[in-house]
């Protein structure tokens, strides 16, 4: 059974770091294209970056500035995305998926396999 599981998320003051850590079974993360999502509260599910299987590593708009790194263990079979200097508009639910493609909707995605989501918090 191919299952994701995030974990890392909490809360955190503005300025601050949080490692969110995606867990894969069922599948080795190393063989798919693992992604990072985020669904805050305009609800648009923004898509954070990608790893590919030769570890190229995509940063999408809005996320090219360096806060969000995303990383593989394959050892592992995790996939990590390190955020550092939060901010409030970094409040959202965060999601990884294989082959997750571009959902409007993070709680309904339409392609691949999704982790539950994990809460983040930043207060200013």
């Known amino acids: 059974e191919v299952k994701l599981t995030e974990s890392g998320g909490g809360s955190v003051q503005a300025g601050g770091s949080l490692r969110l850590s995606c867990a894969a079974s069922?599948?080795?993360?190393?063989?798919?294209?693992m992604a990072w999502y985020r669904q805050g509260s305009d609800k648009e599910c923004a898509k954070i970056a990608h790893?590919?299987?030769?570890?190229?590593?995509?940063y999408y708009r809005h996320f090219e500035d360096g806060r969000f790194i995303i990383s593989r263990d394959s050892a592992k079979n995790t996939v990590d995305l390190q955020m550092t200097s939060l901010r409030p508009e970094d409040t959202a639910v965060y999601y990884c998926?294989?082959?997750?493609?571009?959902?409007?909707?993070?709680?309904?995605?339409?392609?691949?396999?999704w982790g539950q989501g994990t809460l983040v918090t930043v207060s200013s």
């Open positions: 069922g599948f080795r993360v190393a063989d798919r294209e």
């Open positions: 998926a294989a082959h997750g493609g571009w959902p409007d909707d993070c709680t309904r995605p339409t392609n691949g396999d």
């Open positions: 790893i590919e299987y030769d570890v190229r590593v995509r």
